[in-house]
């Protein structure tokens, strides 16, 4: 039955799909433009040293999208470097396109061009210098960019920098051209956008240059009326002194020719003021007044009124209002020489008429000079410090002579006194001109009317002179000048300064008037620096581990798992240790009590810094130049008792120029194991196998890999924390580690140490207490090493990382392993006959070889042990074998220079004398430790680390230990005690260079030294014959099981005894 299909009605019409089709289509642009944002964000937000599935680091994810953001962040960052911004912009821009309906069908036509262009661009950003926050290797187009440019630049036959700049400006060219295309404009499109820049620079430009029109207009409008009011005051000033000098040569004529007469003339007659207008003050005191002046200037007074600077503002001027009118008063009338004048104003009508007034006037002309002191000066307006200034007529020039007193002078002394205080200033006072300030008792005397004028105005006193150094610079020195005047350069009439004068000759006369003088600056005390370094000892951060443990979990099913690593709630919790803390103040006090000791002991330093820790406080001292530290690292017992502290340890400070003094706590604070393994530095860190060894000075975690170790020497006596370390250290790797990673071998010859662990999952071996089964066991360990690295030369990998990575990878793709091996001989040829075999892959885990106790092994076969040692020291690195040995006693008997060179990793405890110190460190200062954990931690590169060690119970061990065997007994592997194949045995006995040739044969003469032995003795067992014959364990047992063979002596009962089969010779 066919359907038609053609002829139904559509389900939705017309205008309803086209709706449809338009917010599908929106909805594809946001989406677009929100994966461009996030990629951008991405790539602004990308570091290095994030995380991601090339690199495990145990860094924080800093990248804005966590660690899936880094992900893709760090590869797209190799591949193409600045590259992948145009992943960002292609994304959001064909957004944009979508969510506006402009231009996304030409989505697929042009995006197809994409990778090219991010390819070019990478290119392109490769040409580029990178800056020193760029931390790769390769430049910013990342390893392509990199390698098609080297490949562009090696194909051009220029220079390489001319090839670089070239490039780098075609191909700026091609990226900003193929973006275009690729971003799907058109040449509409394009030369829209060219017409709107175009348009919209144009506008900029017009506005601003419209902006800048309006300033210039008002800069000219503005110069403009300034210029017009300078030329109408320079006109009022050139009309004023017109008038002025020709005054001035009235009164010159007039002056020489009464000039004969002058000097029979001895005082001249007082000029009196009506008395309603009589001044407040006496005859005595009355200044006196020359003619040269004696033009009433209270005329000039409208002439002031009607320049524009008449009126002087109220408030006082800032220092550029001082500096502008100071610039204005210099002209170039100035007289350096002139006399003073003073400015006064009298009545005409009380003159005497014809002759006498003439007398009178010349006499006032030799008064005037016979009274020249600068006791009291008084002037005339003639600079006000504004633009109305200089009224009077020009000064006369008077011969530079010594002064004569006539009679005492009125000081500004007894001026101040007599003038009562200057009253507030009002209105009235501001309608005055400028610098002429009228004091109250002269305004009492102003005149009412026109009528009546006082006899004497006097226009500038003694007391407001000494306002003048407010608006005025100091006058200067000029050569020959009156005595007692300091000439004025910068006005047209000099008048001089009766405030330096009165300051001079009467101190306590002030200017009470006077700016306020702002208060002295205090003068910082000296505070004393501050050395203690603030303990922020922040928390440690937890691993992904203890993150996971600590979250409450719902188990829906019950699991069995084959293994599973002990968790963290079975050791005990930090939360329950007491913290100490030492005072910043107590602290200081130590650091100056510990400078005061060594300045006793002929010490020259300074404690620049106190390091409180967990355990102990480090004082770092900065020594004198000069100073020997050998000479302070020698006074630690005196620093001690000085101290009144259990030890010191004194030792230089690797890289820094300052001396390390650590002194104990008071109160010791216990370093927590739990705390150590579930930090990020144990937890999330990428060792291979990690050893917790505890804290630092600081309170920071310490975790070492053993893997880079390779080898681990410890030393400490009896008390010290050495058993305690161990353990601690056998529980860091039994808490990261499966027994698929990392078997153990473990020798305790003190039988107590290690026996707690026998029956884990993870040891090869039964604990090996006997320490001649301890030689057996370091033998195998020798075998297996070598063939390790038999099994790695044929895979052609370097280390047992290679190795198991080719595993692993085997076992993925499903292949396995071929091996050949001979199976005999051809009858007819006599050849060898050899065969493949196909092998299953697998990996070899980590052997660690732990003893506990190495004294006691060197005492029972020192010879066959040190050479063991030495073999797996040298060369079991790269197998995957590495070897914790401990001892009580680090003398040098035990640790012998031999070992000492191939363990270049060692930790200390607290040991008896500095002779141990030195043999295991190479350096004092493991005698100073303060035992329970103390250590020092040194390095492969001898940097030394003081360290404290963790603290675990035995009930923590045993509660670990039955945890692990609950997932069933270890599956041990013969050889390591039983000891290999006598073929193999001699072989590693040759390696060893033990070997001292065939002792299986009856006719050996070792063999025949042992019978006789035994016969003769009656006795026999393999440590006996051992002893006898100062061999090997395995080499006796040979011998006696030959005996056996034999027939000369029995099997061993139950107690181990044999008898002897062979009768005694007489």
């Not at 006058?475 to 330096?500: F, H, N």
């Not at 010490?603 to 770092?620: D, L, N, Q």
Request: glycine share 8%; net charge negative; proline share 8%.
């Amino acid at each position: 039955m066919a359907y038609q299909a053609r002829g139904r009605d559509p389900l939705l019409d017309s205008n309803m799909a086209e709706a449809i089709e338009k917010r599908g289509k929106e909805l594809i642009g946001i989406a677009l433009i929100l994966a461009g944002l996030a990629a951008a964000a991405m790539i602004v937000s990308y570091a290095p040293s994030d995380p991601w599935w090339m690199s495990a680091t145990d860094a924080p994810v800093q990248n804005w999208l966590g660690r899936f953001g880094a992900s893709l962040a760090a590869p797209l960052f190799m591949v193409v470097g600045w590259g992948s911004w145009g992943i960002s912009l292609l994304l959001m821009a064909w957004g944009l396109r979508f969510a506006l309906h402009r231009g996304n069908e030409r989505a697929f036509s042009r995006a197809i061009f994409a990778p090219i262009w991010v390819a070019l661009l990478s290119i392109y950003a490769a040409t580029l210098v990178p800056g020193p926050e760029w931390t790769h290797s390769f430049g910013l187009g990342g390893l392509f960019g990199k390698t098609a440019l080297g490949a562009i630049l090696n194909i051009l036959p220029i220079q390489a920098t001319t090839g670089l700049k070239l490039l780098s400006l075609v191909l700026g060219v091609g990226v900003v051209a193929l973006a275009t295309f690729v971003m799907g404009f058109t040449k509409g499109e394009l030369r829209q956008i060219g017409r709107f820049l175009l348009i919209g620079t144009i506008l900029l430009y017009a506005t601003v240059m419209q902006l800048l029109g309006r300033g210039a207009r008002g800069a000219v409008q503005t110069a403009q009326s300034l210029q017009a009011k300078t030329s109408e005051r320079r006109a009022v000033r050139a009309e004023s002194k017109a008038k002025e000098r020709a005054e001035a040569a009235e009164w010159a004529a007039i002056h020489a020719e009464q000039r004969a007469m002058a000097q029979e003339a001895t005082h001249a007659p007082k000029i009196h003021a009506p008395k309603i207008h009589k001044p407040a003050y006496s005859a005595e005191t009355e200044p006196d007044f020359d003619p040269v002046d004696s033009y009433d200037m209270a005329q000039d007074y409208p002439e002031y009124d009607q320049t524009p600077a008449a009126a002087e503002p109220a408030e006082k001027l800032g220092f550029l209002s001082k500096a502008t009118n100071l610039i204005r008063r210099t002209e170039p009338t100035v007289d350096h020489h002139a006399e003073p004048p003073v400015s006064v104003q009298f009545d005409a009508a009380a003159l005497p008429e014809g002759e006498d007034r003439i007398k009178a006037k010349i006499s006032d002309v030799i008064k005037s000079r016979v009274r020249r002191d600068p006791g009291l000066q008084v002037a005339t307006p003639d600079a006000p410090l504004t633009k109305g200034r200089g009224r009077g007529p020009d000064p006369l020039i008077l011969n530079a002579q010594p002064a004569l007193r006539a009679e005492p002078p009125l000081t500004a002394h007894g001026a101040a006194q007599a003038l009562p205080g200057e009253p507030p200033l009002t209105a009235a006072n501001a309608q005055q001109p400028s610098g002429i300030r009228i004091p109250a008792f002269l305004q009492t005397a102003a005149p009412n009317d026109e009528g009546h004028i006082p006899e004497m105005s006097v226009g500038y006193s003694a007391e407001y002179d000494t306002d003048l150094p407010e608006y005025m610079p100091e006058p200067e020195l000029v050569e020959g000048p009156l005595p007692g005047y300091t000439p004025r350069q910068t006005g047209p009439i000099a008048a001089p300064s009766a405030a330096a004068s009165a300051a001079d000759n009467a101190p306590e006369a002030v200017n009470t008037h006077a700016a306020p003088v702002a208060p002295a600056a205090a003068i910082p005390t000296a505070q004393p620096k501050r050395v203690v370094q603030p303990l922020t000892r922040k928390p440690l951060q937890p691993s992904t581990r203890a993150k996971a443990e600590a979250q409450p979990s719902l188990q829906f099913e019950e699991r069995h798992p084959d293994y599973e690593l002990p968790p963290l709630s079975l050791l005990a919790n930090p939360a329950a240790i007491e913290r100490h803390h030492l005072s910043d103040e107590a602290l200081e006090e130590n650091a100056r009590m510990l400078e005061t000791v060594l300045d006793d002991y002929g010490v020259k330093g300074e404690i620049v810094s106190v390091r409180p820790g967990p355990v102990v406080t480090m004082y770092e001292l900065e020594p004198a130049p000069g100073l020997k530290a050998s000479r302070v690292i020698g006074l630690a017992d005196d620093i001690a008792r000085s101290m009144s502290a259990l030890s010191a340890r004194v030792s230089t400070v690797p890289g820094r120029s300052v001396i390390g003094i650590e002194l104990p706590n008071d109160n010791r604070e216990m370093v927590s194991f739990r705390e150590i393994l579930g930090s990020r530095d144990y937890g999330d860190g990428n060792q291979k196998l990690p050893l917790a060894l505890g804290k630092d000075i600081g309170g920071d975690p310490i975790v070492a890999n053993l893997a880079k170790m390779p080898h681990l020497l410890i030393a400490g006596t009896t008390g010290s924390g050495k058993s305690v370390a161990i353990n601690t250290m056998i529980l860091s790797l039994l808490y990261k580690l499966t027994p698929e990673e990392c078997r153990m071998i473990m020798i305790d010859p003190k039988m107590l140490e290690l026996s707690v662990y026998d029956g884990i999952p993870h040891l090869l071996s039964p604990v090996v207490t006997d320490p001649k089964k301890a030689v057996v066991a370091l033998k195998w360990t020798v075998g297996e090493m070598e063939e390790r690295y038999r099994k790695m030369s044929k895979m052609g990998v370097r280390n047992i990382d290679g190795y198991n990575s080719r595993v692993a990878d085997a076992l993925a793709k499903g292949e396995t392993f071929s091996r050949t091996v001979q199976t005999g001989f051809d009858d007819d040829t006599g050849e060898p006959v050899f065969e493949t075999e196909e092998i299953m892959p697998e990996k070899m885990p980590y052997i660690v070889v732990i003893v506990d106790e190495m004294a006691d092994l060197m005492m029972v076969a020192g010879k066959e042990i040190e050479a063991c040692i030495q073999r797996l020291a040298q060369m079991a690195r790269a197998s995957g074998i590495h070897i914790i040995m401990a001892t009580q006693r680090p003398s040098v008997d035990v640790i012998t220079g031999t070992i000492k060179a191939n363990f270049p990793t060692r930790i200390s405890f607290q040991v008896t004398s500095k002779i141990d110190s030195r043999t295991i460190l190479g350096e004092m200062g493991a005698e100073q430790l303060l035992g329970m954990g103390d250590m020092l931690y040194m390095a492969g590169g001898a940097k030394i680390t003081r360290c404290h060690g963790p603290f675990v119970s035995d009930e923590e061990v045993e509660e670990i230990v039955n945890h692990l065997k609950a997932y069933g007994p270890p599956e041990y592997v013969g050889g390591v005690v039983q000891g290999p194949e006598d073929e193999k045995a001699e072989n590693i006995d040759a390696v060893l260079g033990l070997s001292t040739g065939g002792n299986t044969d009856g006719e050996d003469a070792l063999y025949d030294q042992a019978v006789a032995i035994v016969i003769k003795d009656r006795k026999c067992s393999t440590s006996y014959i051992q002893r006898k014959l100062a061999i090997g364990y395995n080499k006796a047992a040979r011998l006696v099981e030959q005996m056996e063979d034999e027939g000369v002596v029995s099997s061993a009962n139950h107690v181990g005894k044999r008898e002897i089969l062979v009768p005694e010779q007489a």
